[in-house]
């Protein structure tokens, strides 16, 4: 069994991700392992920047958003160099694992630093749920949720100007966090980077919905979709004469206390991963399937295709009306 281990943040921040550095941690020690923190995912590791985790130094994290131990993305570590650096830090350090928490581009890290001797487990966190070989990543529940509080609040003041809203979320290249979203909140029209835009589609929605007497109106907006989220909103006034606005929720979607999902399976997840890394297996990911926690080898993992889930799309379209 392995003596020592690491654990890092990596790539953009999630609600969840305090919980998995606490489970890894406590799992680790209660199966008599020690644990070294490293500060500023990649980074830390090129720059031997580790701290000692022991149970005191995780407690009362796990209703805490973000990451204790700090995130960055790292450019030095996509050179030759520092992944050499990164590897050569943690045989210093007689680490000999790594929970790597993250998404698909901390995954390729892992996998280089696997490939270098240095096993790694990853656990998939992030809001935007675009991580190919899981159903669910850390973090998702919890950006929902923030999502659909904040334009709930948003409805308040667009229904007292009858206006319409066209409210951008945050997902990158993927619609998954939009379409939640907009089914949770009634919206008139979902755009998704996956479905190509049809602005006259949304017109017609909210020319429908005017005949049957309904004067305001929420359009949820994926940001990776065309023209963005201003040109849609002008676009819906010249066409439709409502007065309409762009809101851009956010980086705020990335904050706020983990829900009890996040919670509940960042805390399973990590202890798999330490689970691996005990049994000297690394170079693999864990994921969440029909509530089950599995994983996969990583080149495996990376090479996945993750679609939109179109009978949840067949859905919106036939109650957005």
Do not use: W
């Not at 606490?22 to 199966?31: C, K, L, Q």
């Not at 210093?92 to 790594?98: A, F, H, P, R, T």
């Not at 696997?114 to 529940?141: H, L, W």
């Not at 089914?183 to 049809?198: F, S």
């Amino acid at each position: 069994m392995m003596k020592k281990i690491a654990v890092l943040t990596s790539g953009g921040d999630t609600p969840g991700m305090n919980a998995a550095v606490r489970s890894a941690v406590r799992t680790a020690i209660s199966m008599g392992m020690t644990v070294k923190g490293v500060y500023r995912g990649y980074n830390g590791l090129i720059d031997n920047n580790f701290v000692d985790l022991d149970l005191r130094s995780v407690s009362e994290v796990i209703n805490r958003a973000g990451t204790f131990l700090y995130t960055a993305r790292s450019p030095r570590f996509r050179e030759e160099e520092g992944v050499l650096e990164a590897v050569e830090n943690c045989k210093k350090n007689d680490i000999e694992g790594v929970v790597v928490i993250g998404g698909d581009g901390s995954f390729r890290g892992a996998r280089e630093l696997s490939m270098k001797g240095i096993p790694c487990v990853g656990v998939p966190a992030t809001i935007d749920n675009d991580i190919t070989s899981t159903e669910y990543a850390i973090g998702f529940d919890t950006a929902m949720n923030t999502a659909v509080d904040m334009i709930d609040r948003l409805r308040d003041t667009i229904r007292s100007h009858d206006r319409c809203s066209a409210v951008e979320v945050m997902g990158r290249h993927a619609g998954h966090l939009a379409l939640q979203v907009g089914i949770a909140t009634g919206a008139t029209a979902i755009l998704i980077p996956e479905i190509e835009l049809n602005i006259d589609d949304v017109i017609s929605k909210i020319k429908q919905s005017q005949k049957i007497g309904k004067n305001h109106f929420i359009i949820v907006v994926a940001e990776g979709v065309a023209c963005g989220v201003d040109e849609i909103a002008k676009i819906i006034e010249e066409k439709t004469g409502v007065e309409s606005r762009a809101t851009v929720l956010g980086h705020v979607q990335r904050g706020g206390n983990p829900t009890v999902r996040d919670r509940v399976i960042a805390t399973r997840m990590a202890n798999e991963a330490v689970y691996l890394l005990s049994k000297g297996i690394g170079n693999r990911v864990v994921a969440y399937k029909g509530d089950s926690i599995v994983n996969y080898d990583i080149f495996e993992a990376l090479n996945m295709k993750k679609e939109i889930d179109v009978d949840v799309l067949r859905v919106a379209e036939e109650v957005s009306i």
